[in-house]
């Protein structure tokens, strides 16, 4: 089973605006990351945010981890028709030992 | 190479058929995985080698999945007597670490069992 929990399922935009996207998990973690998967294609990875973290930035993207309520968003900023995808998160917790992808979000942008 | 590959690229298996899916990681990695993603779905683990000890197949669904990775580099994963259940996209990665982070992914291999 998948312990990452992502909103929304889908999401929809016109060029030029952000992108929010959410991440719930339910244990504790080392890390988490977010992934973006074109279709038919396989994952890229995009950027990690470690647990004593609480915000990244790279590029157009931001990351914000809140790990008290075991969640994290992804902004895309001035989004293109390019960063049409499915994005996703993924942990891994304290032990190490178990590594867990979301459910995902569809973001389609619009030109 | 300048990725990760697998091929093939596309399966089509009758059901009861033994099938053989091949990764050929980044050169020089460590760490290769086998990840499962039904459609909609976000990847699932399968199984994690370091070189060629296979650390953990916690997530290899049944005794019909069998991976291998003999000489640390290229792996094999084999799934016996397929069911249509087992019909997904099958993602490899591979990384320069020891741990889970950032994995470079292959493009998978989309499988259908009729």
């Known amino acids: 089973s998948q312990q990452g929990e992502e909103d929304p399922q889908a999401l929809s935009i016109q060029e030029g605006e952000n992108a929010t996207m959410n991440c719930s998990y339910k244990t504790s973690i080392n890390n988490l990351q977010w992934y973006r998967q074109n279709s038919g294609r396989g994952l890229v990875h995009l950027i990690l945010?470690?647990?004593?973290?609480r915000e990244k930035h790279s590029g157009r993207l931001r990351v914000t981890l809140d790990t008290s309520k075991k969640s994290s968003s992804l902004l895309i900023t001035a989004s293109r028709a390019a960063d049409t995808a499915s994005y996703f998160c993924a942990t891994d917790d304290v032990t190490g030992n178990q590594f867990y992808f979301g459910t995902g979000t569809s973001l389609t942008v619009i030109p | 190479g300048a990725g990760v590959s697998q091929s093939p690229r596309y399966k089509v298996a009758k059901r009861g058929q033994d099938v053989a899916l091949r990764c050929d990681p980044i050169?020089?990695?460590?760490?290769l995985f086998w990840y499962q993603q039904a459609l909609g779905q976000g990847p699932e683990f399968l199984t994690y080698f370091q070189n060629e000890a296979q650390l953990d197949k916690s997530g290899l669904p049944s005794d019909r999945f069998f991976a291998e990775r003999p000489e640390g580099s290229v792996s094999t994963l084999k799934i016996q007597r397929t069911q249509q259940e087992d019909s997904a996209v099958y993602l490899c990665?591979?990384?320069?670490?020891?741990?889970?982070?950032?994995?470079?992914f292959g493009p998978g291999t989309r499988l259908l069992v009729l």
């Open positions: 945010i470690r647990s004593n973290e």
């Open positions: 990665a591979s990384s320069s670490t020891t741990s889970w982070e950032t994995q470079y």
């Open positions: 050169s020089g990695h460590v760490s």
